[in-house]
């Protein structure tokens, strides 16, 4: 599965994302707050999605992380890739090596239409529409 930190990149992304159009920037300590994680966490995650040019980041009193209006669409197979990679997609679900379409293991089948339609999902949902679903009150990032 993705990893605490992928989770909390997914999460950081989607939460810069639900305030775009506030044009606000947000602190480590404020995005920590909101995705429930730690501030040394926090910081190193969002310095991994500013060098990929998924977030954009400024120094200075007024400073702090932000998506930049009219980013082209973030999916969040971009974040997963960045943080995990993509091979949690592709590989055995027992983990063995040897397992393929010849010589399955005994969950091949029914695992792989999981992770592929898992794989489908993350390549075709944005962080953007994550956060207008925030936005209008129908999802949210922490209890």
Do not use: W
């Amino acid at each position: 599965m993705l990893s605490t930190s992928c989770k909390y990149a997914l999460r950081a992304s989607v939460y810069l994302m639900s305030r775009i159009k506030e044009s606000e920037r947000s602190g480590i300590r404020e995005v920590a707050g909101e995705i429930g994680a730690n501030e040394h966490t926090t910081a190193k995650i969002l310095q991994q999605l500013v060098h990929a040019g998924i977030l954009s980041s400024a120094k200075g009193p007024n400073g702090g992380f932000f998506i930049a209006p009219g980013k082209r669409s973030v999916f969040l197979i971009d974040i997963v890739r960045l943080i995990d990679g993509d091979q949690f997609f592709f590989e055995c679900g027992l983990g063995l090596k040897e397992c393929s379409e010849k010589k399955p293991c005994p969950i091949h089948h029914s695992y792989k239409a999981a992770r592929q339609g898992l794989y489908h999902e993350f390549c075709n949902i944005t962080i953007q529409e994550l956060a207008a679903n925030i936005n209008k009150g129908m999802a949210f990032l922490k209890r």
